[in-house]
């Protein structure tokens, strides 16, 4: 397994602004994953997170609204670029090792965007 | 194409009595199986895993789940609810292992 940590935990944010989250691991991982959860939704996948390449985005995500930064194998940033109430949800990173098909996931970060 | 079906969005029993939340699925491949539970506010936990090895998985918290493939189902199962089992199941399919396919996920509510 995998010991994952987010920061923030949670925010409130003005619309029109943006937030960073970002997601440590506690381990080198070979991939890492961008969910949200929208209120007593489930989980949608927003985007792979590539190490040392752009991200690969699921449909009806875009790169201009979800930036994603994975400089390195143990870390990763979330940008919620130009926010509306509707970003308001569970923002959740997943890792997955390369000798496992478990994805592992991070205690979330809840926006709430006014 | 992949599809997983929970089939009750909200699940209640009594303490101590039978627990049973039910995924049905659907895979062009011959797919992993997962349950996660989500406590309020808290991140997503695995429960347990299919992967072929076994159709009678045992997991945490003295959960189960069986895979079988003529019924396309991997319902959880526990044979005894904890006060501490409340919280939300979700039923994951995945045919590679990097799409993961959630279900709309169970609430089980524990009464005491």
């Known amino acids: 397994s995998a010991v994952i940590s987010q920061k923030p935990s949670r925010d409130i944010c003005q619309r029109g602004t943006s937030l960073t989250i970002q997601c440590q691991v506690d381990?080198?991982?070979?991939?890492m994953f961008w969910y949200r959860q929208q209120p007593g939704q489930s989980l949608t996948l927003i985007a792979t997170a590539n190490q040392g390449s752009e991200a690969t985005y699921e449909s009806g995500f875009v790169i201009d609204k979800f930036p994603i930064s994975r400089p390195n194998l143990t870390f990763s940033t979330l940008t919620v670029s130009n926010m509306s109430p509707e970003d308001s949800s569970i923002y959740l990173c997943?890792?997955?090792?390369?000798?496992?098909?478990?994805?592992?996931f991070g205690p979330g970060t809840r926006l709430t965007v006014l | 194409a992949q599809s997983v079906t929970q089939l009750d969005s909200h699940v209640s029993v009594s303490e101590g009595t039978p627990v049973l939340l039910r995924c049905n699925y659907s895979s062009s491949y011959s797919p992993s199986l997962f349950w996660y539970v989500q406590h309020p506010n808290k991140g997503l936990q695995l429960l347990l895993k299919y992967t072929s090895a076994a159709t009678l998985v045992k997991g945490i918290n003295g959960f189960e789940a069986e895979f079988k493939k003529s019924e396309t189902s991997f319902h959880l199962t526990k044979p005894s609810a904890h006060m501490s089992d409340a919280a939300e199941y979700f039923c994951?399919?995945?045919?590679?292992?990097?799409?993961?396919?959630f279900g709309s996920g169970t609430k089980l509510n524990v009464k005491p």
């Open positions: 381990s080198q991982v070979t991939m």
């Open positions: 997943s890792v997955r090792t390369s000798s496992t098909d478990t994805q592992y």
């Open positions: 994951v399919v995945t045919p590679t292992p990097d799409k993961f396919y």
